[in-house]
């Protein structure tokens, strides 16, 4: 239930929202882990204000672990 409902406040544009949303994707909870879609969503989470998503942003690029596929956010 986590899942739907943080990807439906993320639809939204409720920044709380989308950081919850990317922190399930990133770690796989209640889905495949994703962490270009995850990457993508702390990205929108930031623009949208919420600071706190810029430590998950630097995490995954000071790891690399982005694969080379560009995602398209929905």
Do not use: P, W
């Not at 239930?1 to 943080?6: D, R, S, W």
């Not at 889905?31 to 204000?49: F, Q, T």
């Not at 919420?50 to 690399?64: L, N, V």
């Amino acid at each position: 239930k986590a899942l739907y409902y943080a990807k439906l406040a993320a639809s939204y544009g409720e920044k709380e929202g989308e950081f919850v949303y990317a922190n399930l994707l990133f770690f796989g909870r209640g889905c495949k882990a994703d962490s270009n879609k995850a990457y993508a969503m702390y990205k929108r989470s930031l623009e949208h204000g919420f600071d706190q998503a810029e430590f998950m942003i630097e995490r995954i690029e000071s790891k690399k672990i982005l694969s080379e596929q560009t995602v398209e956010l929905t």
